[in-house]
């Protein structure tokens, strides 16, 4: 027992490290999704010894650029957490105990407005990549959105869905979004 709780200690300084370190590296800039610029590169951590490979950012666009309806969805804290075994570097099943524990670290008393996503990209799937997103407003606070993703109801007359700003885009260069 005297082990456990020695290990378990080793784990929350561990989080709290990481945590500390990714929130340094997450509001130096932001990130729209499009490329794995250095600011992206920055805030990625592997921890070799534990197995885990987290990514934290702070995402924008989500409805400007036509993907979400809903402007609530506009910019999000993005915490991705993958698993992997330490010796043979494969693709690991997530502890849910450690996931739990980085979601309560890095979102705290909002953890609970946090948005789970499973993989979606074959990468992701085969990686086991869970994404946890933590909606902000303007300011970067949290906020508690209102409605679906998808939901018009909340969307600004004349909004333009991501195929039709990439159509906007390529023609006239412009977000008819902006």
Not at 19 to 37: I, M, P, R, Y
Not at 76 to 93: G, I, Q, R
Not at 158 to 176: C, E, L, M, R
Request: hydrophobic content about 30%; glycine content about 6%.
């Amino acid at each position: 027992m005297v082990m456990k709780r020695t290990e378990q200690i080793n784990c929350d300084k561990c989080i709290a490290t990481l945590v500390a370190n990714h929130s340094q590296s997450a509001t130096s800039g932001e990130w729209n999704g499009k490329s794995l610029d250095s600011y992206f590169k920055s805030c990625r951590r592997n921890n070799p010894f534990r197995g885990i490979t987290t990514i934290f950012t702070r995402d924008v666009g989500y409805h400007t650029s036509g993907w979400w309806k809903n402007p609530d969805y506009e910019q999000c804290y993005h915490l991705s957490v993958s698993f992997f075994d330490p010796a043979t570097l494969e693709p690991c099943l997530a502890d849910k105990n450690i996931v739990r524990q980085l979601v309560k670290g890095f979102f705290t008393k909002y953890a609970k407005w946090v948005w789970i996503e499973p993989p979606y990209s074959q990468y992701g799937q085969e990686s086991g990549v869970f994404h946890y997103r933590l909606f902000c407003n303007d300011a970067w606070q949290p906020i508690k959105p209102r409605g679906e993703v998808y939901s018009r109801e909340l969307t600004a007359a004349g909004w333009y869905s991501f195929s039709d700003v990439q159509d906007a885009i390529a023609t006239t260069g412009k977000n008819p979004n902006r």
